[in-house]
Nanobody, 114 residues
Framework: QVQLVESGGGLVQPGGSLRLSCAASGFTFRSFRMNWVRQAPGKGLEWVST????????YYADSVKGRFTISRDVYANRVDLQMTNLKPEDTAVYYC???????WGQGTQVSVSS
């Protein structure tokens, strides 16, 4: 079954950290670039980060650059998003995405609040 399953969300105070994971299955994970996309309450989808198929090239939205790090483990079929120095405006549902097949996970909620 082709699917993406996110985990790792939660409630954290401003300045805190979280690590999101996305487990991929049912396709040749190492062949595709992967994305993280988020949706804040009442807003549209916002691209967050992309990692290429080899894992040696990454891209970040300006809003998260320097605070978030994307990585992938091709043996575990997993892509992670390490988030540090979290801000209230990072509050959103975070989705793992395989753009080539318009494949999305169910999302994981990240809430940043004191």
């Amino acid at each position: 079954q082709v699917q993406l399953v996110e985990s790792g969300g939660g409630l954290v105070q401003p300045g805190g950290s979280l690590r999101l994971s996305c487990a991929a299955s049912g396709f040749t994970f190492r062949s595709f670039r992967m994305n993280w996309v988020r949706q804040a309450p009442g807003k549209g989808l916002e691209w967050v980060s992309t990692i290429n198929h080899k894992g040696d090239t990454t891209y970040y939205a300006d809003s998260v650059k320097g605070r978030f790090t994307i990585s992938r483990d091709v043996y575990a079929n997993r892509v992670d998003l390490q988030m540090t120095n979290l801000k209230p405006e990072d509050t959103a549902v975070y989705y793992c995405n395989l753009a080539q097949y318009d494949l999305w996970g169910q999302g994981t909620q990240v809430s940043v609040s004191s």
